[in-house]
């Protein structure tokens, strides 16, 4: 049973094929380059890579405008590359995700190409189209300042068709049978390639039922999700849906589904985004209250903690005043936020010192969930904020302090993105090959953080509890499974703070320290005071006295 739920006690890697590696030099990275570096991935300890869009694309939204999904973009590579990945991943016990994108598609797709010939079309009614041009064409922004309708008037159609994204993305009609038999193929082709999941993209606009003027009571239809999870174990029982759903804490369970039929796991965005406010307010109070808000007791489902991603930071669920507070510490200026609700910038220029750091890493591997780590951030890597919007986060890996950071041979001018060359985050300075052969690196501290988590399942399997600390600053947490209990302890405050145990199993039991050659045994009233540096962390595991 324990093997189904692989995904509870795993370290998720994501990254972008484009800008991970390139192997044929042409300035693109590709699977070919992927492969090549599948050792170091090995290395670190991850036990899942998430991919992000490969298909073929326009690429005018980072690949989630895909124009074949049985394909690989010609950039990236070919089928055959695809496959060899695979085996080769899979040779080394890393499983793999796709993004499954199927909110909408390229308006270059044939499908969309075939929708706009006419209502007699037999494609015509896989996307979603009104005569006349709706009430509510310029609600639902997703992106203001930047994307103007959820509406646009087709020419060759002479109607309407609805995009919660772009105008580039047209919406599937994913209530329509057609559309989610098609889906299924798509499912069940990547399974026959070895996938172990996918990661599906903007679940809940996948799921609304959608039409002209209905934007404010559209419909969420869960049988839509309970749908494709039933497809997909039936053709691998061990295969998991991960999804992108930033819901409120109360919607969560359906989205996971009452009996366990929804989602295996989804991202917390909730819990991430007072993570951010506790380190700006050196406070833990809201994040303790949002970890109880998204608590969930379905044993199959499993939330995924990560700290950044290839969005921007989304800080749209917290209050003006906790938001306001998070920017003036993480992104005060201007050109650092995106969307009047987040920050476009990479995780270490935001919390810059080496401490705090090590301190938010060290809390996402120990949240309740399943970590997922962005690629470069186990190197410290910066941000350009030159680039658009969310490229700030986006540029290519350091491997080496060769021309390009060692990520492409081509001439400069060719890299899908360029490489960041000035400053304390400049390639020469941070990269791959200096961290490995520094003992002290943030890359080999992250190494034995990814080994640390593997080690103690009871934070992926077991029961959780938070630890009453009476310090605002620090968070506790204690994990139960097969009667072996793990607690740790976080200090947000850039002072030391010492914090009395006295109550809990871990008031009478010894603490062996999970990082350091030290065991702490209760006093002689019982009980034991931790001691924490500024931004300090510790893990221990009980032993009975």
């Given at each position: 049973m324990i093997d189904d739920y692989w995904y509870k006690n795993a370290t998720i890697y994501s990254l972008d094929l484009e800008t991970f590696m390139d192997g044929n030099g042409d300035g693109v990275g590709d699977f070919r380059g992927l492969s090549a570096r599948l050792d170091y991935l090995q290395g670190l300890g991850v036990d899942v890579i998430w991919l992000a869009p490969f298909q073929p694309t326009p690429n005018r939204d980072n690949g989630y405008d895909i124009s074949d999904y049985y394909g690989v973009d010609h950039r990236h590579g070919t089928p055959g590359d695809f496959a060899e990945f695979m085996d080769l991943a899979n040779d080394r016990g890393i499983?793999?995700?796709?993004?499954?994108?199927?909110?909408?598609?390229?308006?270059?797709?044939?499908?969309?190409?075939?929708?706009?010939?006419?209502?007699?079309?037999?494609?015509?009614?896989?996307?979603?189209?009104?005569d006349k041009k709706p009430s509510d064409a310029e609600d639902g922004i997703i992106f203001p300042g930047v994307q103007e309708r959820t509406w646009t008037y087709d020419r060759k159609a002479q109607q309407y068709?609805?995009?919660?994204?772009?105008?580039?993305?047209?919406?599937?009609?994913?209530?329509?049978?057609?559309?989610?038999?098609?889906?299924?193929r798509v499912i069940g082709y990547y399974l026959a390639l070895g996938v172990a999941g996918f990661r599906v993209d903007a679940v809940p606009f996948v799921l609304e039922t959608q039409g002209p003027g209905k934007l404010d009571e559209a419909e969420i239809r869960f049988e839509i999700l309970e749908d494709l999870r039933r497809f997909l174990q039936w053709h691998r029982g061990d295969a998991i849906l991960l999804g992108e759903a930033n819901v409120a804490p109360r919607q969560a369970k359906k989205y996971f589904g009452e009996g366990g039929g929804g989602l295996h796991m989804m991202f917390n965005f909730y819990v991430n985004q007072f993570l951010f406010h506790a380190l700006a307010s050196e406070d833990t109070t809201a994040l303790r209250e949002a970890l109880e808000d998204t608590r969930t007791d379905l044993p199959m489902a499993q939330w995924g903690n990560f700290l950044r991603n290839h969005d921007e930071l989304d800080l749209g669920r917290l209050t003006e005043e906790q938001r306001q507070q998070v920017f003036a510490h993480f992104g005060p200026e201007k050109d650092m936020q995106l969307y009047d609700r987040g920050i476009r910038r990479r995780l270490a220029p935001m919390l810059g010192e080496r401490p705090r750091i090590e301190l938010a890493y060290s809390l996402m591997f120990s949240l309740p969930g399943t970590p997922v780590m962005r690629?470069?951030?186990?190197?410290?890597?910066?941000?350009?904020?030159?680039?658009?919007?969310?490229?700030?986060?986006?540029?290519?890996?350091?491997?080496?302090?060769?021309?390009?950071?060692?990520?492409?041979?081509?001439?400069?001018?060719?890299?899908?993105?360029?490489?960041?060359?000035d400053g304390a985050y400049a390639y020469p300075l941070l990269n791959v090959e200096n961290q490995m052969r520094d003992a002290d690196s943030l890359l080999n501290w992250t190494k034995k953080i990814v080994r640390l988590?593997?080690?103690?399942?009871?934070?992926?399997?077991?029961?959780?509890?938070?630890?009453?600390?009476?310090?605002?600053?620090?968070?506790?947490?204690?994990?139960?499974?097969?009667?072996?209990?793990?607690?740790?302890?976080?200090?947000?405050s850039n002072r030391p703070i010492v914090v009395t145990l006295k109550k809990g199993p871990e008031a009478e039991a010894n603490l062996l320290d999970l990082r350091e050659v030290i065991e702490l045994e209760?006093?002689?009233?019982?009980?034991?005071?931790?001691?924490?540096?500024?931004?300090?962390?510790?893990?221990?595991?009980?032993?009975?006295?």
């Open positions: 499983k793999v995700i796709i993004d499954l994108v199927i909110n909408h598609t390229s308006d270059q797709h044939p499908w969309f190409q075939e929708a706009r010939k006419g209502k007699d079309n037999p494609y015509h009614d896989w996307y979603v189209w009104s068709y609805f995009h919660r994204f772009y105008e580039f993305q047209p919406d599937l009609n994913v209530s329509n049978p057609a559309v989610r038999e098609e889906l299924h690629y470069g951030d186990e190197l410290g890597m910066g941000d350009d904020l030159s680039l658009n919007e969310r490229d700030a986060v986006r540029t290519p890996m350091q491997w080496s302090d060769e021309a390009n950071g060692g990520f492409s041979r081509a001439a400069e001018k060719q890299l899908v993105h360029p490489v960041i060359g988590r593997k080690e103690t399942p009871e934070i992926g399997y077991g029961e959780w509890e938070l630890i009453e600390t009476k310090e605002p600053a620090v968070l506790g947490l204690r994990y139960t499974f097969r009667g072996k209990v793990v607690v740790v302890f976080h200090n947000f209760p006093g002689e009233k019982g009980g034991h005071q931790v001691r924490l540096g500024s931004y300090g962390y510790r893990w221990f595991r009980l032993r009975k006295v």
